[in-house]
């Protein structure tokens, strides 16, 4: 081949390579990029947290109930409530006394003595004549054989007539008193109704009145004498833990 021709050749194989590379050149430059972070799903950032000294709002809690008022008069309390006192008009307790049973009194032998007394100084009275005849009735080595009592035999606008002592279980043989002062007898017996005073013997009379309205409603007619049973062992007039069981003896 002439010489011209080889040259003319080696020029378009150089050509022909040149062109191939750019081609492999284009190709790589068409290859799609890789997303970019722009177009990555976004997520909403977390809270920040609260500046320093900053408070957090506090959980709100429920309000407390309003106090319902207390029920005014007439008015039902709520159940469960306890029930409020009922005082009297006068701000006093209630007298006991104002209904009674009938019971009948046995006989039994009686120390006691004779005494009389003001009003205002009978239970004084009473509890010194009491202690006079627990004296002498432990000495003679007797028994009593209840509570002590008083018996009312006579009264007036003044004072009373009483016999107080305490009742034996067995009387002395051939003896009708223990002492001068302490005389051996009988307590009262027959129908009675019994009636009860809780509270100072200084309030006694209002058990009275009511022993009297009681009687004078039902038409009971009871004799002039009544008998005092002190059920406990009270020193002062005015302890309101005094209780004292009283028989009004009926006709």
Known sequence: MPKKWICYA???????????????????????????????????PPPSA????????????PAPP?????????????????????????????????????????????AFIEGKADRDEVYGAIL?????????IDKAGLKPSGRPLAVFVESDDTGFRYHAGYPLETAPEGKASLSEAVKIGVTPSGKAMRFQHLGAYADIDATYDAITAYLDEKGIDAQDSFVEEYANDVKDVDDPNLEVDIYVLLK
């Open 10 to 44: 080696a020029a378009g194989l150089l050509a022909l390579l040149a062109g191939a590379m750019a081609d492999v050149a284009c190709a790589d430059d068409a290859t799609p990029a890789p997303p970019s972070a722009q177009s990555a799903p976004t997520t909403a």
């Open 50 to 61: 609260p500046a320093s000294g900053a408070q957090a709002p506090a959980a709100e809690t």
């Open 66 to 110: 309003t106090p319902q008022p207390p029920a005014a008069s007439g008015e039902t309390s709520p159940p469960g409530a306890p029930e409020a006192a009922k005082p009297t008009e006068s701000g006093k307790p209630q007298a006991e006394g104002s209904t009674g049973e009938t019971v009948d009194l046995a006989q039994r032998p009686f």
């Open 128 to 136: 010194g004549s009491l202690g006079l005849v627990k004296r002498d």
